[in-house]
């Protein structure tokens, strides 16, 4: 890959190499150079002299031009930080986003810290909501449903992994394998990504069952706006992640369809990517 074989040339050639395809190509260079010596980050600040055998220049190659063609880094790896927890993912999931720690946060403003409750995430995915609200929270009883038996597994194996016993996955369509069970809080970051948007090409190895849903993106969030209130609780609290540019609708669509204090959320970015919204009771 190149002349020298230096930790500290081979992170800038790397860093170079992936600017067309990543956002942060330093950290990405940093966590591959680490990945290929199986040494922590902070190894590399410390030794940035030493160089790789041919071994770790190899697999540093191979991975490198895995990332080049689109695979990411969560997929190469197999794991990806959210909410500072280390979760598994697989191609059977979507890479959990930062930005969905907003999502994170606001729910556990409705959870009691010392109290017994319930919350249900629906689309959970790899866990990633679910596992960081049982974490935040023990004593609510957290359950994930997923119609994926692939992304279930996984969301399994991060609770085990994360050692909580406040949480457990059930396979099925939104809200089909709850029952008659009501839930003070209902979490969700359903597909919401239009069939016809161009942002789909930079996310072809995220399976596009969880990002993709009809009807321009509103699709799932229209099923779940009707759904929803047979399973939550009186006063309950339903928090679901969407596109900045489909807040003006998804607030419409709850008004019409008998939700209360519906209320858009902005990110850190100031985008409205949350939407809020109350049960009658
Ligand atoms: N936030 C994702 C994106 O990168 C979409 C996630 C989703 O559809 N739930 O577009």
Known sequence: MSESREIRSLIDLVTERLRPVSETPRLEADLLVARAI?????????HPDDEL??????RL???VERRLDGEPLAYISGMKEFWSLELMVTPATLVPRPET???????LREIPLKEHSAVLDLGTGSGAIACAIAWERRMAHVTGVDISADAIAVAEQNARQLDLDNLRFVEGSWIEPVGELSYPVIVSN??????????????????ASALVAPENGLGCIRVLAEVVPSVLAEGGVFLFEHGAGQAEEIDALLKSTGWTEVETITDLAGLPRVTRARRES
């Open 101 to 107: 720690e907003r999502l994170v946060e606001l729910a």
């Open 190 to 207: 359903p597909p919401y990504v239009a069939e016809d948007d161009q942002a789909l090409a930079a996310l072809k190895r995220e399976p």
């Open 61 to 63: 190659t191979s991975e």
């Open 38 to 46: 199986n040494m922590p980050r902070s190894y590399l600040f410390a």
């Open 53 to 58: 055998d041919d071994g770790a220049l190899g």
